[in-house]
């Protein structure tokens, strides 16, 4: 007679098959050497730290405000790449799409103001990120090179949300991005280029919308997602958070 | 060149003769690294051209207006499809940007002020497109206007007349 059903028993039973063991080759992580291991052979665990000191992830060493702004970004792919599927980038089929999603579509609304609310509060909170980097001095070395990939995370994120700006094919989308290109072509010599390569065209117009959509779904998530990827591993590279004796917990 | 070097470091000492080997391996990955370069740099030129659009389905930058007994005198006229004011002064017609030149808002004409106004950023301009106040870095341009042959008014966008050139009607 065949011993009862028990949780526990098929999870071991799972551990045994040869699928699971090709994937998990470490086995359980049950020593500090295994669970080390388990990091160290993981795509997405090995650039982040195997061990954190203790009072880097008390609240006032950074206020999650990295993380936060990591979380968002994947809800901003997630939600994105969601809306993408009813979002056609042509005039003026954008605009009507866009009122689709907010009037038609189910959940619609929902996604349409989860990508836009979590898009303004990443910006928020990447600038909130940097001052308070700044203010702790986590610019200094060993983290001069992270504090330049962090710059370079602010633009890409800025530009994003100005690229997403465009999208809705509203008033507010052609006029803010009539006056922002029009700032472009203000940088000397190439400043007038630049804008016509931009916008693909003298105006604001169908290339315009088209290229704004390629850079705002495409190019700029690849770069912010490499970047990403550099950011965290060189945290970990340059012993973890900048951390004061005043952020609290037991001095480690 | 960098073979006329190599040759040239030979005749001063006898370290590069002796070891010819690694004077081509040199000379070999700076050829690559040169074609390389020059790839990457061509590349990069033909993707911009790539990118600048040859065609564009842009409206005209010529339009006509209509006759010019549509334009009482003494009147200000703005055409919204074409972005421009029409002019009427006892000297006679002059077509005036409603595009202001700071950021690219469009204008709009105050009569009780006698003054164009900018709603983005607050320039003011008086009706000859001169600035009052305000951001806007050069006045605003003077198109120029014409007649036709079958008598309308025709403006071109893209020629800029001097300030104060009219068309006598």
Request: some cysteine; charged content about 15%; glycine content about 8%.
């Amino acid at each position: 007679m065949a011993t009862p059903f028990s949780l526990q028993g098929a999870l071991e039973q799972l551990r045994t098959t040869r699928v699971w063991r090709s994937i998990f080759r470490r086995g359980p992580a049950r020593t500090n050497r295994t669970r080390s291991l388990a990091v160290f052979g993981n795509l997405f665990l090995h650039f982040l730290p195997v061990k954190v000191r203790e009072k880097s992830l008390r609240v006032r060493a950074s206020y999650y405000l990295g993380s936060i702004s990591f979380f968002l970004f994947l809800a901003l792919v997630i939600s994105g790449v969601l809306l993408m599927f009813y979002y056609h980038p042509a005039a003026p089929q954008a605009y009507r799409d866009m009122k689709d999603l907010r009037f038609v579509v189910s959940n619609g609304v929902f996604l349409r103001n989860l990508h836009r609310l979590a898009a303004q509060l990443m910006v928020l909170l990447v600038f909130w990120h940097m001052f308070h980097v700044f203010y702790r001095g986590g610019y200094k070395p060993p983290h001069e090179f992270n504090w330049v990939v962090g710059v370079f995370l602010l633009i890409v994120t800025l530009f994003l949300s100005y690229t997403g700006y465009l999208l809705p094919w509203d008033q507010l989308a052609f006029w803010a991005i009539t006056v922002g290109t029009n700032i472009i072509s203000a940088m000397p010599v190439i400043g007038k280029k630049v804008r016509f390569v931009s916008l693909g065209g003298n105006l604001v117009g169908e290339n315009a919308l088209l290229r704004f959509y390629v850079l705002h779904c495409v190019v700029l998530p690849l770069i912010a997602i490499l970047l990403i990827a550099v950011h965290f591993w060189r945290v970990q590279k340059d012993g973890g958070l900048t951390v004061r004796e005043s952020d609290g917990g037991q001095g480690k | 060149m960098s073979e006329t070097k190599k040759s040239s470091d030979g005749k001063n000492g006898p370290a590069a003769s002796s070891k010819p080997g690694a004077t081509r391996r040199e000379f070999l990955n700076e050829v690559a690294t040169g074609a390389l370069g020059i790839a990457g740099l061509g590349s990069m030129v033909v993707t911009y051209r790539f990118l600048s659009p040859n065609v564009l389905f842009e409206p005209p930058t010529t339009f006509r207006a209509g006759s010019p007994d549509l334009y009482p005198l003494n009147s200000v006229t703005y055409l919204q499809d074409q972005q421009v004011y029409i002019v009427r002064t006892d000297q006679g017609f002059y077509a005036v940007s409603a595009v202001c030149t700071h950021l690219g808002c469009i204008t709009q004409w105050k009569p009780e002020f006698e003054q164009i106004w900018c709603p983005c950023h607050g320039s003011k301009f008086r009706l000859d497109g001169t600035k009052i106040e305000g951001p806007a870095p050069r006045p605003l341009p003077h198109f120029s206007i014409s007649l036709t042959a079958d008598g309308e008014l025709q403006v071109d966008k893209l020629e800029v007349l001097p300030l104060g050139q009219v068309l006598k009607v």
